[in-house]
């Protein structure tokens, strides 16, 4: 079994940084493609960014591109969201999962397991 606790999250001002910390539990966390998704009030949950099994690729959606870093660090089990220049249409529930392949994916039904959310909100 695979735990995800994420961790990070909190309210800021827009332009102003958080960094998201996902931690896993199990040793096979460094086999696998890891991602970040968020649900924003009312609307469903959206892909955020993605990174393979060796951190070697990445893949954001075009939202973030240039404000948000994912990464992770397989010794310790974690992945990482930096986001930088946040902006109020940020603020969303953010969620880490893992994926059942080894390659970035950004499709939510390749995932089978997710952490249980932490808040970030952007205060304008």
């Known amino acids: 079994q695979v735990q995800l606790v994420e961790s990070g999250g909190g309210l800021v001002q827009a332009g102003g940084s958080l960094r998201l910390s996902c931690a896993a539990s199990?040793?096979?966390?460094?086999?696998?493609?890891m991602g970040w998704f968020r649900q924003a009030p009312g609307k469903e949950r959206e892909f955020v960014a993605t990174?393979?099994?060796?951190?070697?690729?990445?893949y954001y959606t075009d939202s973030v591109k240039g404000r948000f870093t994912i990464s992770r660090d397989n010794a310790k089990n974690t992945v990482y969201l930096q986001m930088n220049s946040l902006k109020p249409e940020d603020t969303a529930v953010y969620y880490c999962?893992?994926?059942?392949?080894?390659?970035?994916?950004?499709?939510?039904?390749?995932?089978?397991?997710w952490g249980q959310g932490t808040q970030v909100t952007v205060s304008s």
């Open positions: 999962a893992r994926t059942t392949k080894v390659v970035a994916i950004t499709t939510e039904s390749q995932y089978d397991y």
């Open positions: 199990g040793r096979t966390f460094s086999s696998y493609a």
């Open positions: 990174i393979t099994w060796s951190g070697g690729y990445t």
